[in-house]
């Protein structure tokens, strides 16, 4: 999907569709715009739900000061246009009220965005905004002033969050980012003291930027990848809708045959991944003109090693990701299914799948189908795409039950005589 060249009105209601379905906006809250470089600047509308907002309900703001539309400009069009003069650098806008990020704003802190890599890089410097009403020119200069200091995204007191860059996707990605960083933070104090990543981790995590395949032409595309690539199409844009996946994080491949695999894209908005985007890797070797995922050498390695596994998925959900940035200790056996379904999961240290990607894969043995990688990522394999997905939900669901239990009492797990009457009833012994 070629975002950018969507007319402006189409690419704020796209934006606002994934705000509002991902629960990070109510009916009347947020807003969003872009500007022209003619100097026109288009916006979201006051007083209209934003759960059904239609291309037309987008007001059109001249450069002449003109307002064109059936509505009226958000109400926050002051401190859009204030942001706009400070930082000639920006044309698009996200402002919005994620209830993690209000959290933040409550208590006037800034989420850590050095949990797990990657997301200081899409954020960058980020600033907090004095306090001001909604709609005033206080409000707008007080949050322009943290603007020009180079900062793209500001909390606002009391208030939420607005997010600068020089196209609605990225705005959108920063934005998205940064609750994600809020909700894993708060997940994770729930249990534990979240441990940020050490600057020679940080600088550990660009080596993966090292991959070099060579490239090759496929002959053909058989209904076998053809298949492979519309499922995995359809679960990463469930991924997106669970949060499981964000539009910049989470790599899910699928074995073709003995000597290929189809992986995701680097830097792709995994929302809108079309079957075409995804890349065959054959050999060792890459489809023609496009970049796999870093992580293609650790996939590869899993699918070479470990014949029962025909699916693998990193991702970063945050209630599983919140045991990985804390020392508390995840354990599938809370319920049956979740035992059942991810068994013991280890933890690995830092950098794992990309300095020893070999030595990793060959922990996913059958009887080791999930781990967790300190500061990074969750790894999830399965004998399908289906498997592999479902095991995901299973444990982001069990992080989040294990999470919730911190506000009722110590967990009762299920204990050794129960786990091998399950082994012995289910064969997993």
Request: aromatic fraction near 6%; include cysteine; glycine fraction near 8%.
């Amino acid at each position: 999907m070629n975002f950018e060249m969507l007319h402006p009105a189409r690419q704020i209601v796209a934006t606002m569709e994934r705000i509002y379905g991902y629960g990070m906006t109510t009916t009347s809250g947020g807003n969003l715009s872009i500007l022209e470089e003619d100097g026109d600047l288009w916006i979201t509308p006051g007083g209209v739900d934003k759960g059904s907002l239609a291309p037309e309900d987008i007001m059109h703001v001249g450069r002449d000061g003109r307002v064109i539309g059936r509505h009226r400009p958000s109400v926050e069009l002051p401190f859009h246009q204030r942001i706009y003069e400070a930082r000639p650098d920006l044309r698009a806008i996200v402002h919005a009220h994620p209830p993690a990020l209000v959290a933040f704003s409550i208590v006037r802190r800034i989420p850590n965005t050095l949990l797990i890599p990657n997301m200081h890089q899409i954020c960058g410097a980020v600033g907090m905004a004095e306090y001001g009403l909604p709609g005033s020119a206080d409000l707008g200069e007080k949050i322009a002033r943290v603007f020009a200091l180079g900062c793209d995204v500001v909390v606002l007191e009391n208030h939420g969050v607005v997010v600068g860059a020089r196209d609605l996707l990225r705005a959108f990605m920063a934005f998205e980012t940064l609750d994600f960083c809020a909700r894993l933070e708060i997940d994770a104090r729930r249990i534990g003291m979240p441990v940020g990543l050490r600057a020679e981790d940080v600088a550990l995590s660009t080596r993966k930027d090292g991959v070099r395949l060579d490239e090759f032409t496929p002959a053909r595309c058989g209904s076998v990848e053809r298949a492979a690539r519309q499922q995995m199409c359809d679960l990463i844009r469930r991924a997106c809708d669970q949060k499981l996946f964000t539009s910049t994080q989470g790599t899910f491949s699928q074995r073709i045959d003995d000597r290929a695999f189809v992986i995701t894209p680097y830097l792709a908005d995994r929302k809108h991944l079309e079957v075409g985007d995804l890349v065959r890797i054959e050999d060792g070797r890459r489809e023609s003109g496009k970049t796999p995922s870093r992580s293609v050498r650790f996939h590869q390695e899993i699918y070479r090693q470990q014949p029962h596994v025909s699916s693998v998925i990193i991702a970063h959900p945050p209630s599983i990701m919140a045991f990985a940035v804390t020392d508390a200790t995840f354990d599938s056996r809370l319920i049956p299914e979740s035992y059942i379904m991810l068994r013991g999961v280890p933890r690995l240290p830092f950098g794992a799948t990309f300095t020893e990607p070999a030595r990793t894969a060959a922990l996913f043995a059958k009887d080791t189908p999930i781990a967790l990688v300190q500061n990074d990522c969750a790894v999830v394999t399965g004998r399908d795409l289906l498997q592999a997905f479902d095991r995901l939900e299973v444990a982001e669901y069990s992080a989040r039950a294990l999470i919730a239990t911190r506000s009722l009492g110590p967990p009762v797990l299920i204990d050794a005589e129960k786990v091998a009457e399950i082994d012995r009833t289910f064969g997993l012994a």
